[in-house]
């Protein structure tokens, strides 16, 4: 595998994409360290608050990337060089995973440098917990391991690179609205007030707490809690908006990662094998 | 005779249409074995499956005499190229980065040869020109080089002058030649240009309907493919008469035409129907070449 490896590297510095990618991402990281700078006129912005903001817009970024990356795979029909002498399709799936984490790491690491070294200087080092600051560090490198390896199995399987690509984009955005969707049952309130009024612009409500019926009880709640944190959009949006409180379910998320990852990559590998390619 | 690949009633199965049924073929050392058979006989999906790209549903086949379903497989695929319908390149590279790159997947220490590779196939000159931008018959010969990567014994070639035009077509017979001649590369070519096939292969496989119909050596072919004369006379009746008398060997083809075969003094049989008050109109030597045999053997009708 080492073999496919090289190989595999050796396209992935010369990818148009991968670069553009990259500087699209460090472009995201400058622009948040000066946004960070005007929320610290406000209140007391911390470095940590965006740091990991990545882990929200790496999701599309990897969809591109992987769908057309390892699609022109298929469409170069250079997929069958490998093959023909005598790789074996477990090697070319690892090999195709491995290089497209690597690109997507290589992009959140654009990002941060980029995001640290103008956060630090306006407005200072980080203050959180190193040990919390590694555990947010690791759950974000495994959502992207998460990531890559959905649109792993997609590019593997579809043979049409733009078919593969689409479909990638597609998941990913229907991924966020359904993450959204869940987000927005988890925060429907448990009471409102009996009454608002809307009179000279000014909006007024007051009065008895009158139970919602839209609010999910306890198991409810939990059920959406859990499929916020499993949805990588989910994870994502979580380690992104650190800066309305930290993360609930630290290790849960992790381990829900690793979990869409080995289903994924066992699944997609075993697919694979019996895939008949032209 | 030690053979390179050996196939045993093999069957490739797609949902309930059989591509390949039951084929059983054998390609010896050395040799340049041309596939034969119409659209849609099995000729890529055989290619496919000697090259791993398919698992046959049925039977195997052994590749320098290990089994297909063998570890050893794996390695002895590095002996083996292929061009699998159309070349295999990254169309944003270079020919020179296409071959590095192909040189990496192998796991070559270095990039020696590729320059001798390029000039192989007559694409030294082609710079920093991006593949994309290559015509037909330069994309098909890139592929042939980054299959020629690993020096292989073998190499598979399905259709490889399909779509070129004439220049490219005699560009690619005579690196095939040049190739199994001073490389000793064994080649199973297929095509449906029985006619270019007919100058390169030294044995020959007719696939229909997914069976290997008939396998034959090019000195068989040439044996069983038997010269002739054909003449067209006014009287059929009297030339059966004057070739009687020759003693030579003919068939009747119609009430005005028939074939002779063998030796035949034209001379002599002109002056023998003129004494029978028969007139020669046409005549000219005639042998059943490649297509002809083709045609017999599959059936004329069923040929697009």
Not at chain 1, 154 to 164: D, P, R
Not at chain 1, 222 to 230: M, P, R, S
Not at chain 2, 14 to 27: C, E, P, V
Request: net charge neutral; with cysteine; hydrophobic share 45%.
């Amino acid at each position: 595998m080492n073999k496919l490896l090289a190989a595999n590297f050796s396209r992935l510095f010369k990818n148009k994409l991968f670069w553009a990618l990259t500087a699209l991402s460090a472009l995201i990281g400058l622009l948040l360290g000066l946004y960070l700078n005007t929320l610290d006129i406000y209140y007391n912005a911390v470095i940590e608050h965006f740091i990991f903001y990545y882990a929200f817009f790496i999701g599309l970024f990897a969809a591109v990337f992987c769908g057309m990356f390892l699609g022109s795979e298929y469409s170069n029909g250079a997929i069958r060089n490998k093959l023909i002498i005598g790789h074996s399709r477990y090697a070319v799936y690892l090999a195709n995973l491995i290089v497209c984490l690597a690109a997507c790491l290589m992009m959140c690491l654009a990002y941060f440098i980029v995001y640290f070294i103008l956060g630090s200087l306006l407005v200072g080092g980080l203050v959180i917990d190193t040990g919390l600051f590694l555990g947010y560090l690791g759950t974000s490198i495994l959502l992207v391991l998460a990531y890559v390896s959905i649109y792993t199995i997609i590019s593997m399987l579809i043979t049409s690179k733009a078919t593969g690509s689409v479909v990638c984009i597609i998941l990913f955005i229907v991924l966020l609205f359904y993450a959204m969707l869940v987000y927005e049952k988890l925060n429907v309130p448990e009471y409102y007030d009996n009454f608002t009024s809307e009179a000279d612009d000014e909006v007024q409500s007051g009065g008895k707490q009158i139970e919602n019926p839209d609010n999910h009880n306890n198991t409810d709640g939990a059920v959406y809690e859990f499929i916020f944190d499993l949805l990588p959009p989910g994870q994502g949006y979580q380690l992104s908006s650190l800066v309305d409180g930290p993360i609930a379910h630290i290790w849960r998320l992790p381990l829900l990662s690793l979990f869409i990852t080995l289903a994924t990559t066992l699944s997609g590998m075993l697919i694979f094998r019996r895939k008949n390619l032209k | 005779m030690e053979y390179v690949l050996t196939a045993n009633a093999l069957k490739k199965q797609y949902r309930h249409f059989y591509a390949i049924n039951n084929l059983s073929m054998s390609i010896p050392r050395g040799s340049i074995y041309g596939l034969v058979g119409k659209n849609g006989s099995g000729k890529t999906t055989l290619m496919r499956v000697i090259c791993g790209l398919q698992e046959p549903t049925y039977g195997g086949y052994t590749l320098f005499g290990v089994y297909y379903k063998a570890k050893a497989i794996n390695k002895v695929r590095r002996r083996m190229g292929a061009v699998v319908e159309t070349p295999s390149i990254y169309l944003d590279m270079t020919a020179e980065d296409n071959l590095k790159e192909q040189y990496r997947v192998l796991g070559l220490p270095s990039y020696e040869g590729i320059d001798e590779l390029l000039g192989l196939v007559g694409l030294s000159d082609t710079g920093k020109k991006k593949a994309r931008n290559f015509s037909l018959g330069m994309k098909q010969r890139l592929g042939i080089a980054i299959a020629l990567c690993g020096r292989p014994d073998f190499l598979a070639l399905d259709e490889p002058v399909n779509g070129l035009d004439p220049q490219g077509i005699v560009d690619i017979r005579e690196l095939i030649i040049k190739l199994n001649r001073e490389y000793q590369i064994t080649f199973l070519i297929s095509s449906h240009i029985l006619s270019e096939l007919s100058r390169l292969a030294t044995h020959f496989g007719f696939i229909d309907k997914g069976y290997m119909v008939k396998e034959i050596s090019a000195s068989e072919l040439e044996a069983a493919c038997r010269k002739c004369v054909r003449l067209n006379v006014t009287d059929v009746n009297a030339l059966s008469r004057v070739l009687d008398n020759l003693n030579l060997e003919y068939s009747i083809i119609s009430g005005c035409e028939a074939d002779v075969y063998g030796y035949v003094s034209v001379t002599e049989l002109v002056m023998a129907l003129a004494k029978e008050n028969c007139e020669v109109k046409s005549i000219h030597e005639k042998d059943e070449d490649l297509e002809n045999y083709y045609i017999n053997l599959v059936g004329g009708g069923a040929n697009e």
